[in-house]
């Protein structure tokens, strides 16, 4: 039984949550690491100079902080601004206050202020583009800082070595990325999450050649070895199986990491997915409920569980899933033709 809108295939959408916070670094971070791995490490700058002082600060106004802020004055103006993004009584100036203080912050190098700043600009202004934006390009920034440091202060550190690896994957470079993972095994063969890691790059590189699976599998069991309670190690154990449309297997794996992760809604999923391919479609019904609470705008979600209650008779709930599949993809086509970099037909 085939699978309709099925999303991308799940260790990637699980994966991506790694990824997503080192697109922004990842080529920074490999270098920095690299180069230090090979050569002396460069001394930090000298600390900046203190704030200002605070009877300096507590006579200036937010608006007058706003102006030095604009001016490049940052050190001058930080002070009041973190204090005005929370207590202006004007939104306009509580916003202009927070982002100016943001890139201040940034601009000195405080971090700490830096964080809190945004923080107080995403719960005034969730929805805020201009907002999003700053802080898009704050928490880059900020990312790239902590990678640079931790190449600098631990450069033969696990944590050093494997940023370095994800570096290299982001770029495709899978079998530099390999042997730094396999270097990691080597100074400590004991090192949670390396061989999940190594997995990772056979499920992800183009050339996998044949047999990648049967590699794959051995890294993961070593990685069970070591942390039995690894659910993506099970999960992507239930990958292969799917593959092999061993649905069983698959069933079983899947089964495993929903219980070692009771949030992971894509395990819910595929057990559910699995147990209806082997028209187990009374035991897929409760993943498939699962499933849905977790990730209610999976289109797969829903249309699977549909599948499971109509082959147990129970047409009016197989309908009202089928019903908001169709509605979720609808939405989904409706946001795609209503994209502005999206061409429409003449």
């Given at each position: 039984?085939?699978?309709?809108?099925?999303?991308?295939?799940?260790?990637?959408?699980?994966?991506?949550m790694?990824?997503?916070?080192?697109?922004?670094?990842?080529?920074?971070?490999?270098?920095?690491?690299?180069?230090?791995?090979?050569?002396?490490?460069?001394?930090?700058?000298?600390?900046?100079n203190?704030?200002?002082?605070?009877?300096?600060?507590?006579?200036?106004?937010?608006?007058?902080?706003?102006?030095?802020?604009?001016?490049?004055?940052?050190r001058?103006?930080?002070?009041?601004?973190?204090?005005?993004?929370?207590?202006?009584?004007?939104?306009?100036?509580?916003?202009?206050?927070?982002?100016?203080?943001?890139r201040?912050?940034?601009?000195?190098?405080?971090?700490?202020?830096?964080?809190?700043?945004?923080?107080?600009?995403?719960?005034?202004?969730?929805?805020?583009?201009?907002?999003?934006?700053?802080?898009?390009?704050?928490?880059?920034?900020?990312?790239m800082?902590?990678?640079?440091?931790?190449?600098?202060?631990?450069?033969?550190?696990?944590?050093?070595?494997?940023?370095?690896?994800?570096?290299?994957?982001?770029?495709?470079?899978?079998?530099?990325?390999?042997?730094?993972?396999?270097?990691?095994?080597?100074?400590?063969?004991?090192?949670?999450?390396?061989?999940?890691l190594?997995?990772?790059?056979?499920?992800?590189?183009?050339?996998?050649?044949?047999?990648?699976?049967?590699?794959?599998?051995?890294?993961?069991?070593?990685?069970?070895?070591?942390?039995?309670?690894?659910?993506?190690?099970?999960?992507?154990?239930?990958?292969?199986?799917?593959?092999a449309?061993?649905?069983?297997?698959?069933?079983?794996?899947?089964?495993?990491?929903?219980?070692?992760?009771?949030?992971?809604?894509?395990?819910?999923?595929?057990w559910?997915?699995?147990?209806?391919?082997?028209?187990?479609?009374?035991?897929?019904?409760?993943?498939?409920?699962?499933?849905?609470?977790l990730?209610?705008?999976?289109?797969?979600?829903?249309?699977?569980?549909?599948?499971?209650?109509?082959?147990?008779?129970?047409?009016?709930?197989?309908?009202?899933?089928?019903?908001?599949?169709?509605?979720?993809?609808?939405?989904?086509?409706?946001?795609?033709?209503?994209?502005?970099?999206?061409?429409?037909?003449?």
């Amino acid at each position: 039984m085939g699978q309709a809108n099925t999303p991308p295939p799940a260790p990637f959408l699980f994966f991506m949550m790694n990824k997503k916070h080192l697109r922004a670094t990842a080529v920074l971070a490999g270098a920095l690491v690299t180069a230090v791995l090979t050569a002396r490490a460069q001394e930090a700058k000298p600390a900046a100079n203190g704030a200002q002082s605070d009877a300096k600060a507590a006579a200036l106004t937010p608006v007058k902080a706003i102006a030095l802020a604009e001016q490049g004055r940052c050190r001058e103006a930080i002070s009041t601004l973190r204090k005005a993004v929370t207590n202006s009584a004007s939104k306009d100036e509580r916003k202009r206050a927070g982002i100016l203080g943001a890139r201040c912050a940034m601009t000195v190098d405080d971090r700490l202020v830096a964080g809190e700043l945004l923080g107080q600009l995403a719960r005034q202004f969730p929805n805020d583009p201009e907002v999003l934006y700053v802080a898009a390009h704050a928490y880059s920034d900020l990312s790239m800082r902590a990678a640079g440091e931790l190449a600098r202060k631990a450069p033969l550190s696990v944590q050093a070595r494997r940023m370095n690896a994800e570096a290299l994957e982001m770029q495709g470079k899978w079998d530099e990325a390999a042997r730094e993972y396999d270097s990691i095994l080597a100074q400590n063969p004991n090192q949670p999450g390396i061989h999940l890691l190594i997995a990772r790059i056979m499920f992800s590189r183009p050339d996998g050649g044949t047999g990648w699976e049967g590699r794959a599998e051995q890294e993961l069991q070593q990685e069970l070895q070591i942390d039995p309670r690894n659910a993506v190690a099970e999960f992507l154990l239930g990958e292969i199986a799917k593959k092999a449309l061993d649905w069983d297997q698959a069933a079983e794996h899947f089964s495993r990491a929903a219980a070692l992760d009771a949030t992971f809604g894509e395990a819910f999923m595929e057990w559910g997915f699995a147990l209806v391919s082997a028209k187990r479609y009374d035991q897929a019904v409760a993943p498939l409920q699962q499933a849905v609470k977790l990730q209610p705008g999976n289109p797969a979600a829903h249309y699977n569980l549909g599948m499971a209650l109509s082959r147990t008779g129970r047409p009016s709930e197989a309908e009202r899933e089928f019903a908001i599949q169709r509605d979720i993809n609808a939405r989904i086509d409706e946001r795609k033709n209503t994209r502005p970099d999206v061409a429409k037909p003449d």
